[in-house]
């Protein structure tokens, strides 16, 4: 007989509160809290092994067989209504507020979890959990809900061929499954991190962990209760979600700390000591039912809240999470309850199916419109779309004819490094230089024995990283380059690819004695913003980007910053101070059509090239006495008009003011 065990709803209320917390982000003085929060889907995949093991051994020993059919039908009455209604509710806002690539990126992350896949997908997209762009995908949460999924497929076939093929040799073979797991998740996260994050194989110890205790159940009947150990693995639940850090290397051997503390807990916890009675308690054990809604509707709440609120600060964040609350609630006694435990099985079916058919042709359409980019004609012209376009995707090509013999201008830098490359190389002398222009995005690049080594971080970034690696280890090129131009977000503060001023002095080592000019950044936004997105919300050209910039700041100390080289001779190229003496007023917010930029951080290649042009035209002594143009020239006439065209439907004049 199945026996309720309230204890279990209350772990379940800790690891929900955890996760929202954690996502919710909120702050005091300057530190965020609940930084572990994450582990808190770690306790939910122990209880789930635990849950759905039982179920199924409980079954296999009474019945000698495991009904399929019954078994996923009991899951889809637990996990689709909920979750069709979270999506269905969602699409008129992921509509009316989504960029086309970003409901495109909805789509597809909606269809991948009705296929069980969007763990997955999100590897696949290098979507990087915990990061601020990927707070702002509705359902990025949905991934653990695709590694539960796949364990459900997974789990009862292993089931089934050990009982045909190994008998009694159950145990031992989870504990072999589980091992190999736990080791693949140790040795993948050295070197691809979001693999064993997002891998089913990475994962599936922490769900055999619960495995293995329900065979002990099973088999010898509930262990007695012992509180010190019931304790220690609270104790071991708590201390790693209040511990862990964001740098914390997880999945990985600490996770093992809460895993076997929630097995701890699992196992010996019980009605009559402390930690039982605590979990057990009405609060804790009703937020734990209610612990699915929870965490089904947090995620989107919050990220359709970040994208309509500029200044998501903590009063936001409380109500966010009060209307989760409420939500959820409504959600769990109107829709998840009574369709789990209805005996009307035809009207569930039908409701199911219909809702399947409703949101498969929902992501069918959204796909194939590549997320609806007329939505953005009113603020983006479509003309200007496809010029800029065009422009980003020369970047490739920029090498394909380099001339030997040459001197050579190097173009070095991260995701920069394409728009800088693409605007600079109108205003190179190529009648003198030939343009080497590579990009470092997500390479991991070391230097040893002479050689630059810089593998990708996924696949999809070989297009960047192989041909990195070529040119700057090409000797021939690096004896002849005259000048590095370093392209970089925040060159002296960004955290991400602090080898980069390593590199450009090795690479200056090997040069003749080339110049270094290191180019700082123009306007951006918080990490959560993108600019096209607040100009599409609020129907406004790009002078809301400009006011919303929050860097970079005047009059930076450069020197104070932490990746500044002090044993590198460089020249800083401050473009804002150029162009517009940090005076917003005066400051140009877009070119031809196209804002300055699109995201939190990139400049456009369109307005780029109008930015160098305008600086070159109006300091041109600055630029000389700095050397800049030993390299560069002045823009001939085409560029000129260029510059003088620089707003959405603009007349003649050059500057732009919010």
């Known amino acids: 007989m199945k026996v309720y065990r309230p204890e279990i709803d209350g772990l379940r209320a800790i690891s929900v509160i955890a996760v929202i917390l954690y996502h919710a982000e909120f702050t005091v003085a300057g530190h965020t809290l609940f930084r572990g929060g994450y582990i808190g889907v770690d306790v939910f995949f122990v209880i789930s092994g635990f849950l759905i093991s039982k179920i199924l051994l409980t ?104 009982r045909r093929y190994l008998k009694s040799r159950f145990l031992p073979c989870v504990l072999l499954v589980a091992s190999l797991s736990f080791v693949l998740c140790v040795v993948t996260v050295r070197y691809d991190h979001q693999q064993a994050f997002y891998s089913p194989l990475t994962r599936a110890w922490e769900l055999l962990g619960g495995t293995l205790l329900a065979f002990q159940e099973v088999r010898r009947g509930r262990t007695r209760p012992r509180p010190l150990l019931s304790a220690a693995g609270l104790v071991l639940v708590l201390g790693s979600l209040i511990l862990f850090r964001k740098d914390t290397v997880h999945p990985g051997v600490l996770t093992a700390i809460p895993v076997i503390g929630t097995c701890l807990v699992l196992a010996f916890a019980g009605h009559q000591d402390a930690v039982g009675r605590l979990l057990a308690s009405r609060p804790a054990a009703l937020t734990g039912l209610v612990s699915y809604s929870l965490y089904l509707w947090h995620y989107p709440i919050f990220a359709f809240w970040r994208l309509t609120d500029l200044h998501f600060s903590n009063g936001d964040k409380f109500l966010a999470v009060a209307a989760t609350v409420l939500i959820a609630v409504v959600s769990f006694v109107v829709i998840e309850r009574p369709l789990r435990h209805t005996r009307r099985s035809r009207v569930l079916w039908i409701t199911l199916s219909s809702s399947v058919a409703t949101i498969t042709a929902a992501v069918v ?226 070119s031809r059509g196209v804002p300055f930029i699109t995201d939190w951080n990139h400049l456009t290649a369109e307005f780029l090239t109008t930015l160098i042009g305008d600086i070159l035209e109006k300091r041109t002594a600055d630029l000389r006495g700095d050397g800049l143009l030993d390299f560069l020239v002045l823009p001939h006439a085409r560029l000129s008009e260029r510059t003088a065209s620089s707003q959405p439907n603009a007349g003649p004049t050059s500057s732009a003011s919010p």
């Open 59 to 162: 079954e296999l020993e009474a019945t000698g067989r495991i009904d399929f059919l019954k078994f996923y039908a009991r899951r889809a009455r637990r996990i689709l209504p909920a979750l069709f209604a979270v999506i269905l509710t969602t699409m008129p806002f992921a509509y009316c507020l989504l960029l086309p690539s970003e409901l495109l990126d909805y789509a597809n992350s909606i269809g991948s979890s009705l296929l069980f896949g969007s763990n997955i997908y999100f590897y696949s997209t290098a979507a990087l959990y915990g990061e601020p762009s990927t707070l702002l995908k509705p359902f990025l949460h949905t991934w653990s809900l695709s590694v539960e999924e796949q364990f459900y497929i997974g789990f009862p076939i292993l089931l089934l061929i050990v």
């Open 365 to 590: 359409s959204a796909v194939s419109m590549a997320g609806f980019p007329h939505r953005l004609d009113e603020v983006y012209p479509p003309l200007a779309q496809t010029n800029e376009a065009r422009l980003e995707s020369t970047f490739h090509s920029l090498n394909n004819d380099i001339q030997p013999g040459k001197p050579i201008i190097f173009i070095i830098g991260d995701s920069h490094a394409r728009n800088w490359s693409i605007a600079l190389k109108n205003y190179i002398d190529d009648d003198r230089y030939e343009i080497v222009s590579i990009s470092y995005l997500n390479c991991l690049v070391e230097i040893k024995n002479d050689i630059v080594r810089a593998p990708s971080r996924a696949s999809i970034y070989d297009q960047y990283c192989i041909p990195f690696e070529r040119y700057v280890n090409d000797k021939s090129l690096l004896s002849r380059t005259k000048a590095i131009f370093l392209t970089s977000l925040r060159p002296f503060e960004y955290t991400v690819n602090p080898f980069r001023f390593e590199l450009i002095s090795w690479m200056k080592s090997h040069s003749d004695n080339a110049r270094v000019f290191v180019f700082g950044n123009y306007f951006q936004l918080e990490e959560s913003q993108s600019c096209l997105g607040l100009m599409f919300q609020r129907k406004s050209d790009a002078s809301i980007c400009l006011r919303e910039a929050s860097y970079p700041p005047a009059n930076q100390p450069l020197q104070q910053l932490p990746f500044f080289p002090s044993d590198l001779a460089f020249t800083y190229v401050d473009i804002v101070k150029l162009h517009c003496d940090y005076n917003k007023e005066k400051c140009l917010t877009s």
